[in-house]
């Protein structure tokens, strides 16, 4: 049975967390409150209005419904301004190496994440043409972790979740590939990963056959 590899966008091909985080706590701030680093960690992976949700708890404010939309599209027009700067060079550490690699062996290649942007991303980065298919938050109805971003992507892909291999940054992203049935490579501190199959700092550190060992099908 073949391998296919699914991808989460930000913090596994391209560093963007620093720039959610500089938005959200810019908003944050401007409501008159902060919050620490380890909340910053709880946002990686989870939908933009989730994660407002969770940053107006933490600050003890309750909006209402119009002003939760006028809020996250305020912290997405500082996302973008950001994010429409992004060069090639912000491609992290062995994804460019890594896709290549999948390429070149006929591995077919997802993108999975929950980021409405990830076309302005792809595009700005130059990563867009390695994808033979491509779901994010604008394609799915339910935020990591919920396995439903990742269910689409292999569907699109035409291949078994058991095939499949995500890489994932986000604990809730490890969690969505759990319950999806897929193979899991942690990106960053394993401690923040329980449930990946390996966790390594950087994909410059993982090859393609160790990828293929992670098909469940060989399981
Ligand atoms: C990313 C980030 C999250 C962000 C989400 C939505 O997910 O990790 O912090 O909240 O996308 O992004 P946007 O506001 O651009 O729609 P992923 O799944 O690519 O890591
Ligand atoms: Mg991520």
Not at 40 to 62: A, T
Not at 101 to 116: E, P, V
Not at 176 to 185: D, I, P, S, T, Y
């Amino acid at each position: 049975q073949q391998t296919a590899c699914i991808f989460d966008l930000d913090g596994v091909l391209v560093d963007t967390a620093v720039y959610h985080y500089k938005a959200w706590k810019q908003l944050a701030n401007s409501l008159g409150f902060d919050f620490t680093h380890a909340q910053n960690e709880q946002l990686k992976g989870v939908s933009r209005m989730r994660s407002l949700d969770m940053i107006l708890e933490w600050g003890g404010i309750r909006k209402s419904d119009a002003e939760r939309e006028e809020l996250a599209s305020l912290k997405n027009s500082w996302y973008v301004a950001m994010i429409s700067k992004m060069t090639a060079g912000e491609v992290l550490p062995g994804s460019l190496e890594l896709l290549r690699q999948l390429k070149q062996q006929g591995i077919k290649i997802a993108l999975g994440s929950a980021s409405k942007n990830s076309a302005l991303i792809l595009e700005r980065t130059g990563l867009a043409h390695f994808f033979d298919a491509i779901v994010d938050g604008n394609a799915v109805t339910t935020s990591k972790p919920d396995p439903e971003v990742f269910i689409k992507a292999a569907e699109l892909l035409d291949t078994a979740a058991a095939g499949c291999v995500v890489f994932e940054d986000a604990f809730a992203g490890v969690q969505a590939a759990n319950a999806a049935g897929m193979g899991v490579v942690g990106i960053g501190d394993a401690e923040n990963l329980k449930g990946a199959q390996i966790v390594i700092k950087d994909l410059s550190e993982i090859t393609v056959a160790e990828i293929e060992a992670l098909n469940r099908f060989l399981k």
